[in-house]
């Protein structure tokens, strides 16, 4: 009977909590576009003039910036790019010639694939070295760790990428070069997530799949080594402080293994924290990938947005940059998910 009673009462607390979450983080979207909005109408950068150009005559520029809605209040102006945004409306590109959410949804998926497989280099290295440094603290393992993560910290991305090209790539010839795919593999494949990966696996084109792996693994790397940086070094913090408590001496004294003491007793219980620190790795290569697809030239949303603020184009940067922002804010309400899946204290 009781379990009759409760479950109502969990049902209503699931549908609370669902609407609490969907509730800020519509909140949470609104202040991103009114940041991105007034941020645009900061900039002094003359949205007409990229249209019209500097040769245009005062009744052109006039009449442009009427259509352009320019003329209207800036609160007016607001709530019609609230509207916009929520058709799916990020206005027109100068720079491309195409409305902006086209040019987004064809290059968001190649960031997505890079900062993917970063991401997975990043934990999968970076968890066990964090796990190893802090079972060898003081020793020479842990200093060479600490400092192998310190470059991580360190290092420019640009130079490390121009240094991968010349070495791997030029010098050695063990990967590809910039680019997505070789030019003789482009278009054979048809768009379908926009993932070349997964594309050409579907397609079952295996050479264009490896090829595109080809490229894909140098800048994917560079990208990995800086969030193994940021992992490790969390991953050691919070390994220390779990190794020092009693019930590990405990465990110890009793004749535990040591591999169960720290995998099982240590590090079961830093799961938790780590899920937010990777989702905030995750969402920084999303968004700070720019270098990298600049120097390896890839057709991502760093390098459309790099060329959107050469050229002056305000709609591709905002919503860009309105993209980037949706994407962090995502991953971080994901990761609230996963961490009161993982931790009954939180629900």
């Known amino acids: 009977m009781s379990r009759i009673q409760s479950s109502p009462a969990a049902l209503r607390r699931s549908v609370g909590a669902l609407g609490g979450f969907a509730i800020v983080t519509l909140l949470t979207f609104v202040g991103l576009m009114a940041i991105t909005f007034f941020i645009g109408r900061v900039i002094p950068i003359d949205p007409v003039l990229s249209v019209v150009g500097d040769r245009a005559t005062q009744e052109q520029y006039d009449a442009a910036r009427v259509a352009m809605g320019l003329d209207r209040p800036l609160a007016v102006q607001f709530l019609a790019y609230v509207g916009d945004v929520f058709q799916g409306n990020l206005g027109h590109s100068v720079s491309t010639n195409r409305p902006v959410a086209e040019d987004l949804a064809r290059v968001f998926p190649a960031t997505l694939e890079m900062a993917t497989l970063g ?41 490390l990428g121009l240094v991968g090209l010349v070495v791997f790539y030029a010098g050695l010839g063990w990967v590809s070069g ?11 494949v048809e768009p379908r997530s926009g993932l070349m990966l997964v594309d050409s696996a579907l397609a079952g084109d295996w050479d264009v799949f490896w ?13 990995g080594f800086f969030s193994l ?13 779990q190794l020092g408590q009693e019930y590990i001496t405990t465990a110890r004294v009793k004749g535990v293994a040591e591999w169960r003491v720290i995998w099982t007793h240590g590090f079961r219980p830093i799961r938790v924290p780590l899920i937010t620190v990777i989702g905030l790795s995750y969402a920084a290569l999303l968004e700070g990938s720019v270098m990298i ?5 890839w057709p991502g949303i760093g390098n459309y947005l790099t060329v959107a603020l050469l050229n002056a184009d305000m709609n591709a940067v905002l919503g860009a940059t309105l993209v980037i922002g949706a994407v962090f804010i995502l991953i971080n309400k994901l990761s ?11 629900r």
């Open 178 to 188: 910039p680019g997505r795919v070789d030019i003789f593999y482009e278009g054979l």
């Open 229 to 241: 940086a940021y992992i490790a070094r969390m991953t050691r913090s919070f390994m220390l402080d």
């Open 211 to 223: 090829n595109a792996l080809d490229h894909l693994i140098l800048p994917a790397t560079i990208l």
């Open 293 to 297: 697809e600049t120097v390896f030239s």
């Open 119 to 159: 991401i997975i280099i990043g934990v999968g290295m970076g968890v066990p070295l964090g796990v190893w440094a802090a079972a060898r603290q003081g020793t020479w393992i842990d200093h060479l760790i600490r400092v192998f993560a310190l470059l991580g910290y360190s290092v420019p991305a640009f130079w």
């Open 336 to 346: 609230d998910v996963l961490y009161r899946m993982l931790d009954p204290r939180s």
